[in-house]
């Protein structure tokens, strides 16, 4: 009997505001202080369910990438906060400087990320990593590599993607951890004769239920941060060829929930004057970006309604506009 096929789910082009959401509420920090100091302040609030041997997911981008998270600022943490912890990156499915284990080395030489170890976990093989309640996967290829480790700190510079509208925590480990060749394909072609050929609503879920995978093999010892600077609508997989920025950098958020901070930094970006978010939001609702959040809800993965805690404040609540109203037009730095 042949199996059928999922059907995906739909609605991934409309926002859903706060007021418009339901449920249980989990704990979001915010930092305007876009610096190395200020990551590290976030961090602590965040780092406790981090032991043994730590794994950093990071992207660490293709040659001389002009917006991902400065290396400096990481290389603080390593030298004061996580001591002995490894940055874990996959190779690319698609053909560029981090397309081979030999490619990707010398792109983390030019890009310095030379200051702590970096394993590529998928140059030695490949696991999979079982998806409990996906109707995709039963289980997705991942870089074999990250069995080795006992927790994850899933550091994501947040900005749009080309296919998945955005990019935050979740679409850093669930396309970031699986494996170029096996992995990555399952998630972007799958039975399709194209490299690119799933898209929108089907696209996130596959990609969502890809980042349960990682979550569930090692929670509870997995936390977030997300990094709202240099938000091009474009990936960092697309290096010096990403689209000029023009959203306002906003700070940074941090939590223990995946679904909150990836939603609050959505939510942040919906925040700001139409005047300054429209790139942004167009290439999210366009790819129909907003099936990543609504999915993992469904998925169990967190909650969507959150409280942001300012910690520039003594952790005290801060609304949404609050927390953007000042912002300036981007610039270069």
């Not at 399952?186 to 980042?211: K, L, N, T, V, Y």
């Not at 300054?276 to 099936?291: A, M, P, T, W, Y």
Request: with cysteine.
């Amino acid at each position: 009997m042949t199996e059928l096929r999922p059907v995906a789910g739909k609605g991934g082009e409309h926002y859903i505001a706060p007021q418009q959401r339901s449920g249980a509420k989990s704990i979001v920090y915010f930092t305007k202080d876009l610096s190395a100091a200020g990551l590290q302040r976030i961090f602590q609030k965040v780092k406790a369910p981090l032991e043994g041997r730590i794994a950093i997911k990071l992207h660490t981008g293709e040659q001389h990438g002009p917006n991902i998270i400065p290396r400096p600022w990481v290389q603080n943490l390593t030298d004061h906060d996580l001591k002995g912890a490894t940055i874990v990156e996959t190779n690319t499915f698609y053909e560029g400087d981090r397309y081979t284990t030999e490619q990707h080395l010398e792109t983390l030489k030019v890009n310095g990320w030379t200051f702590c170890p970096v394993d590529i976990i998928d140059a030695e093989g490949t696991a999979d990593f079982p998806v409990k309640g996906g109707k995709w996967f039963k289980a997705v290829s991942m870089g074999r590599d990250l069995l080795n480790y006992d927790s994850l700190f899933v550091l994501t510079h947040f900005k749009g993607h080309t296919m998945g509208g955005f990019g935050g925590s979740a679409k850093n480990i669930g396309i970031g951890c699986a494996d170029g060749r096996i992995g990555k394909k399952q998630i972007h072609q799958g039975d399709h004769p194209g490299q690119w050929d799933i898209c929108e609503e089907e696209f996130m879920e596959r990609m969502m239920e890809s980042a349960k995978a990682v979550c569930d093999h090692f929670a509870p010892h997995i936390t977030f941060v997300n990094v709202l600077r240099n938000m091009s609508v474009s990936c960092d997989c697309e290096g010096t060829a990403a689209a000029p920025v023009v959203t306002p950098n906003i700070g940074i958020l941090a939590s223990t929930d995946i679904l909150a901070v990836d939603q609050a930094s959505v939510d942040l970006v919906y925040a700001l004057k139409p005047d300054q978010h429209h790139d942004l939001v167009e290439r999210i609702e366009s790819r129909h970006g907003h099936r990543q959040t609504t999915y993992m809800k469904e998925l169990g993965m967190g909650n969507d309604c959150y409280t942001l805690l300012d910690i520039d404040s003594n952790d005290a609540p801060i609304s949404l506009a609050d927390a953007v109203k000042d912002v300036v037009p981007f610039k270069a730095e």
